[in-house]
């Protein structure tokens, strides 16, 4: 086989976008923005477990609609870990759902889900007419895996001795402000 037969082969459009997305996450990443986001909804959600694991699973599926998937777990799931222990919630339960609501989420577009990309290209279906198809369909179905997913793990998630733990929020945002 010939390099140019090679070359023909490789999807450069799925290359791209994936090297972009990578660029996109180490900025994101590097100013703190993961650390900043967390912070946000675990004060929306009052420090209460059950709205932070549906905020939580929730705003982490919307999140991976609009990028990687890959990426937002392995960005968020060290804070929903260290947070969960802070608050003693066991952080298994939140991040298996975090990371089945973003893999659900992501294939709503092609950002999200990188096969997304070659399925779209291969089909000729632009980026538009992608999410026409998939959006309602995919938002519905991370609404519904969170509900599933805290029905099958809720008694999991609160820990034998749990007395609801309150976080300084204020220290935590001093020392996870977004920089640039």
């Not at 399925?119 to 969170?146: D, H, P, T, Y």
């Amino acid at each position: 086989v010939s390099m140019r037969t090679m070359l023909g082969m490789v999807d450069w459009a799925t290359l791209t976008l994936l090297f972009a997305s990578m660029i996109l996450m180490q900025m994101l990443a590097s100013t703190s923005f993961f650390n900043w986001l967390g912070l946000k909804i675990i004060g929306l959600s009052r420090q209460d477990p059950r709205i932070l694991y549906f905020a939580l699973t929730n705003i982490s599926g919307l999140l991976s609609m609009v990028l990687n998937n890959v990426t937002v777990v392995l960005l968020f799931g060290p804070l929903i870990y260290s947070i969960a222990k802070k608050m003693h919630v066991n952080p298994r339960p939140l991040y298996l759902a975090m990371t089945i609501s973003t893999t659900v989420g992501g294939t709503a577009t092609q950002i999200g889900e990188p096969p997304n990309v070659v399925i779209a290209s291969k089909m000729n279906i632009g980026f538009e007419r992608f999410i026409m198809f998939n959006f309602a369909i995919v938002l519905v179905q991370v609404v519904v895996c969170s509900l599933f997913l805290y029905w099958r793990l809720k008694d999991k998630m609160l820990q034998g001795d749990y007395s609801r733990r309150t976080l300084d929020l204020e220290s935590l945002k001093a020392d996870n402000r977004i920089t640039d």
